[in-house]
């Protein structure tokens, strides 16, 4: 297992879950570069515009990766602190739920009023370690059973809406559903994007595969193969039955292309069973592949995607604001609409004229990340010099 040094007390890292970690974060600045300079008058699921659709589609890895690697990282931390982790769950869950509707709010809508909350990935991750933490005592096999069930089993709600509660339908859109929580011309409107109820089990499963990170290498990379091939397949049976799993049935479209992206177009809002499979199996495989070829880890590529891993909130909350910042500075450049950009509501709700080609798009998510990585970097740094109790919730 790849480990760094560490000074006496800090925290040890494993190098190449911070890897994938990092590789997620530096894939889920294009979605959001996408959300701030794209064209809302184009649909990215449509199957006829492939490079858009790829565009999304490749950056659907990256909250799944990332909240099953939360869960991961509670079992690593409690196997050195056993005691705290309970108390660590849900307080830092609780923090990153108070860091959503401020410090991250603030940066997708600058707006210092609480008019549009939205409830993002940090806000389920959040959640979902407070629900953890009441799942930890006990053994590992039950928590990783009870995230199955609700991986598998969660699509089977799929035909409840929100209706059928009345009044307290906007508690079903909390925990299964998406949309707002409240009228639109609502003076606060709660948007719930995460249900919880998957992303629970999601990160109750990364929890449970917690010990397959303690194994020898040999017999881990096994582990991860035999994993990644097996969850790919029940992708692959699933969909092409298409009697179970994601709410849109894929269909033959005119051209080969479309049809193969049909068939991988699942559903996020809530992550239907066959979305969690399609990203998840081949996380293991790489994960297996690189732990196979660790002089990757040493190449310039592999220390900067580690570097990002290891400071995946500072990344996140600095990459919002730098978009956002760099979004109304091109749209004023080019004399185009401002007032969507800054407004108080999500970029997605930008009108039809606004926004940018794809082209300069790829081009703003490469220098995000090239300007986030020196941040990256001295935080990571503090982070391995020092073990503060605070580092832990940043």
Request: proline share 8%; net charge positive.
């Amino acid at each position: 297992m790849e480990t760094n040094e560490r000074p006496c007390g800090a925290r040890p890292r494993i190098d190449s879950l911070d890897w994938l970690r990092g590789l997620v974060m530096v894939v889920m600045a294009l979605d959001h570069t996408r959300d701030f300079f794209g064209s809302s008058g184009l649909d990215p699921r449509d199957v006829e515009e492939p490079l858009l659709f790829l565009t999304r589609w490749v950056t659907h890895f990256c909250a799944p990766v990332f909240v099953f690697l939360a869960g991961t990282s509670a079992y690593l931390y409690g196997r050195k602190r056993p005691d705290d982790l309970r108390r660590f769950l849900w307080t830092r869950g609780v923090w990153l739920v108070v860091l959503e509707w401020t410090v991250v709010r603030i940066g997708w809508t600058f707006d210092l009023l609480p008019g549009f909350l939205p409830m993002q990935v940090i806000w389920a991750i959040g959640w979902s370690m407070v629900a953890l933490s009441l799942l930890v005592r006990m053994p590992v096999a039950w928590v990783g059973a009870i995230g199955l069930a609700v991986i598998f089993g969660h699509n089977a709600l799929d035909g409840v809406s929100p209706e059928h509660f009345g009044h307290l339908g906007w508690l079903w859109t909390l925990v299964h559903g998406f949309g707002p929580l409240a009228p639109m011309d609502a003076p606060l409107l709660p948007f719930a994007a995460y249900a919880l109820i998957p992303w629970v089990g999601v990160i109750a499963v990364g929890f449970a595969f917690g010990p397959v990170m303690g194994l020898p290498a040999p017999l881990r990379r096994r582990w991860l193969y035999g994993l990644g091939l097996a969850t790919t397949a029940a992708f692959v049976a699933l969909r092409a039955l298409g009697v179970y799993g994601d709410p849109a049935p894929w269909a033959p479209q005119p051209g080969a292309l479309a049809t193969v992206l049909s068939f991988l177009n699942c559903e996020k809002y809530p992550p239907s069973l066959l979305y969690l499979l399609m990203t998840l199996g081949p996380s293991f495989v790489v994960l297996a592949l690189l732990e196979r070829t660790s002089g990757l880890l040493q190449r310039p590529v592999g220390r900067a995607l580690v570097t990002v891993g290891r400071v995946p909130l500072l990344y996140y909350v600095l990459h919002v604001y730098l978009i956002h910042a760099a979004a109304i500075a091109a749209t004023a450049w080019v004399g185009g609409p401002l007032a969507t950009l800054w407004d108080g509501f999500h970029p997605i709700f930008k009108g039809p004229d606004a926004g940018f080609h794809l082209g300069v798009v790829y081009a703003v998510w490469i220098g995000v990340v090239l300007a986030l990585y020196p941040a990256c970097r001295w935080f990571a740094g503090v982070k391995q010099r020092r073990s503060d109790w605070w580092l832990s919730y940043l």
